[in-house]
């Protein structure tokens, strides 16, 4: 499912993120600006590109994809080494 989950499109990954945070079909519609049913059709094609049964699954598979290649942001090299994500100038 993993792989499957990198093929995502910019819009389904937009999709995925408010799908995980519980959003519904109408808020995700309205977050971004397009149709309810234009969202329900994104989340049935993400449904089958992941062979997932529900939103949760799907959900859930997003949230793992996205902790699994999001670097903590102690590792990150644009932080500075005090950690408030604040720069000296």
């Known amino acids: 499912m993993d792989r499957d989950v990198e ?11 408010l799908l995980s945070a519980g959003k519904s079909n109408k808020e995700m519609a ?7 049913s234009r969202t ?7 449904l089958k590109k992941l062979d997932a ?6 959900a859930v598979a997003w949230v793992e994809w996205k902790n699994s290649h999001t ?5 990150r090299n644009d932080l500075p080494p005090d950690g ?3 720069k000296n100038l």
């Open 40 to 46: 329900k059709a994104i989340v049935s094609g993400m």
């Open 53 to 58: 049964r529900s939103r949760t699954e799907l």
């Open 7 to 17: 093929r995502f499109t910019p819009r389904e990954r937009e999709v995925a993120e």
């Open 30 to 36: 309205h977050a971004l600006g397009i149709a309810p």
């Open 71 to 75: 670097e903590p942001a102690e590792t």
């Open 84 to 86: 408030t994500g604040r």
